[in-house]
């Protein structure tokens, strides 16, 4: 019974914390443009579920990206209280905005596990189409986070873009998203999603 109720609770619990964490954030301007793609991916998902119901685990992966997201975006990703992971790494950059990029990749597996049952493609070219989805979205996204920085500017700005002094932070977070999406997708072949009755 739990098992059939797990996408209500992660709706549940995302929506307590995502309202939480709207309250007094640290730059609202930042926040309403980071919530953004939150608030549509949510909505989608609350709004295609009687149609079309993922797997539980497609939906605990979706899970984090959201929660972590709202976290980057109430704190700015430059300002979550992450330091643990810096001392655990002896890195003075927050590393919050890599665990949040490398997340949005396990949405590959919603994706390879859609076209799957829905009949489109055979599991190896849903994967891959998943995985350049991802890439392509994130490649997307730092033009976006770029293009906001600028029309924005000052400070910000600065924290939308989260770079924190890193000339190849855009790289970076492009290679987090595709590892996450490989992750996933290693999931999405040992979980068989496609094989749900």
């Given at each position: 019974m739990l098992k059939h109720h797990q996408p209500h609770l992660f709706a549940i619990t995302f929506s307590v914390i995502f309202i939480a964490l709207g309250i007094d954030p640290v730059f609202r301007e930042v926040w309403v443009a980071e919530v953004i793609p939150v608030v549509i991916i949510f909505a989608f998902l609350v709004v295609s579920f009687r149609s079309f119901r993922f797997s539980n685990l497609a939906y605990a992966l979706m899970f984090c990206w959201l929660v972590g997201h709202t976290i980057g975006a109430h704190y700015t990703f430059?300002?979550?209280p992450f330091e643990w992971f810096s001392d655990l790494t002896n890195s003075d950059r927050n590393h919050f905005d890599r665990l949040a990029h490398f997340s949005i990749g396990f949405y590959a597996f919603p994706i390879a596990e859609w076209l799957v049952r829905?009949?489109?493609?055979?599991?190896?070219?849903?994967?891959l189409f998943g995985l350049f989805a991802i890439m392509?979205?994130?490649?997307?996204?730092?033009?976006?986070?770029?293009w906001y920085a600028v029309i924005a500017g000052g400070e910000?700005?600065?924290?939308?873009?989260?770079?924190?002094?890193?000339?190849?932070?855009?790289q970076k977070d492009m290679l987090a998203d595709t590892l996450g999406a490989v992750l996933s997708l290693a999931l999405f072949f040992i979980h068989k999603p496609y094989r749900i009755d």
């Open positions: 430059a300002n979550v829905k009949g489109h493609c055979k599991p190896v070219i849903a994967a392509a979205v994130a490649a997307a996204y730092e033009i976006i986070e770029w910000a700005g600065i924290e939308f873009l989260g770079s924190q002094g890193d000339i190849w932070d855009a």
